[in-house]
């Protein structure tokens, strides 16, 4: 296995999120040594450099999972120029060793396939999985009892709703959801409580309906994995099973990083 230590990036539509891991165990995979978060639309360069000046490495291999080809356009021409030596690798649905069972595996969110990668190794040996996302878009997917993706449902994230609300009404007013830290009130004695209302218990509702489903159909009691800007908060509301593991895409690209070469082309 390649000693080099390995930078994993997530960029999703709102934030770049980095992480640095080792490679000595299996165990080191699943806990990254250090993280760094830029803003997805504008990231801070500047913040980077010194960053990976702490890790204390020369050589760094980087892993990349992007929904958002502007901002990995940034990086990977940052790293031209920055780090001309350091391989970066632009994770794709034939590099993870991840049964896919959908007809296009190449047309699934990459971050929605690291996630279930991280899932099936977090998860109880033979344990189907409900993995939520919550993030610019809600993901609720299902990983079955074989470790395989199976698909899932997309929906609008909390945030995006609330613009949605304020752009396609008159009165409607702008409000941020993105720094809520605990449930709102359910009842709403005026507009914009009354948006966060609908707006957070809206999404509450609608993940764990879908979770329910997913474990319907798949017969069995499932454990949940949440990550995401608010799946801390929707891990409580949703009972014993669920988890929140805000690293998890990071984990997922670590452990697609750290698969045999053979394996990550292994359907």
């Known amino acids: 296995m390649n000693a080099i230590p390995l930078i994993a990036v997530d960029i999703g539509n709102a934030r770049m999120k980095l992480a640095a891991f080792q490679r000595e165990s299996t165990e080191a995979v699943l806990r990254p040594a250090s993280q760094l978060t830029l803003e997805g639309s504008r990231p801070v360069w500047d913040r980077l450099r010194p960053w990976l000046e702490e890790l204390g490495h020369g050589q760094l291999h980087w892993f990349i999972g992007s929904v958002n080809r502007p901002a990995a356009t940034w990086l990977l021409d940052w790293l031209r120029a920055n780090r001309p030596a350091d391989p970066a690798v632009m994770l794709a649905a034939g590099d993870l060793p991840l049964e896919v069972r959908l007809q296009r595996p190449d047309m699934v969110g990459i971050d929605r396939l690291l996630d279930a990668l991280a899932a099936r190794r977090l998860r109880e040996t033979d344990r189907p999985a409900v993995v939520v996302d919550v993030g610019s878009a809600i993901t609720v997917d299902l990983v079955d009892g074989d470790g395989a993706f199976c698909g899932g449902s997309i929906l609008p994230g909390i945030e995006m709703s609330a613009r949605a609300l304020h752009e396609f009404t008159d009165l409607l007013p702008r409000i941020a ?17 009354a948006m966060r209302s609908g707006l957070f218990w809206g999404a509450v509702g609608a993940v764990q309906q879908l979770t329910e489903k997913l474990a319907e159909e798949c017969g069995s009691d499932v454990e949940i994995f949440l990550t995401g800007g608010a799946g801390e908060i929707l891990a409580q509301l949703l009972g014993p099973n669920a988890r929140h593991v805000p690293q998890l895409t990071l984990i997922g690209i670590a452990l697609a990083a750290n698969a045999e070469p053979t394996a990550r082309n292994a359907p």
């Not at 959801?177 to 409580?193: F, R, W």
């Open 177 to 193: 959801m993105s720094d809520l830290k605990t449930p709102p009130p359910a009842l709403g004695n005026a507009t914009e409580p």
